[in-house]
Nanobody, 123 residues
Framework: QVQLVESGGGLVQAGGSLRLSCAASGRTFSTYYMGWFRQAPGKEREFVARVSRSGGSAYYADSVKGRFTISRDNAKNTVYLQMNSLKPEDTAVYYC????????????????WGQGTQVTVSS
């Protein structure tokens, strides 16, 4: 099982950009479907985006479609989340997660999670 460590969070003004990274340990990163989730204070964790094992297919939540881009570099064991046109409502702790079997359709199907990185968007 891979271990995941997120980085790249921080404080940014509305309209700005951030790129989150999630570095994975282990040799089996390319066998994991990877996703990003977020959790705002007082709210449930919500899906943001996911990318297929090859990186050739991506899927986004409607709330971030057109603003966020998920990608991966299997040679570097890293998945990225490029976030543009950030809004205050994007403020949350962002988590990356990996699913080792099948195509995940819910958070329950991800079997490894990072510790999260805080993203704060000021208005």
């Amino acid at each position: 099982q891979v271990q995941l460590v997120e980085s790249g969070g921080g404080l940014v003004q509305a309209g700005g950009s951030l790129r989150l990274s999630c570095a994975a340990s282990g040799r089996t990163f390319s066998t994991y479907y990877m996703g990003w989730f977020r959790q705002a204070p007082g709210k449930e964790r919500e899906f943001v985006a996911r990318v297929s094992r090859s990186g050739g297919s991506a899927y986004y939540a409607d709330s971030v479609k057109g603003r966020f881009t998920i990608s991966r570099d299997n040679a570097k064991n890293t998945v990225y989340l490029q976030m543009n046109s950030l809004k205050p409502e994007d403020t949350a702790v962002y988590y990356c997660a990996g699913c080792g079997r099948g195509t995940p359709v819910s958070a329950l199907e991800y079997d490894t999670w990072g510790q999260g990185t805080q993203v704060t968007v000021s208005s």
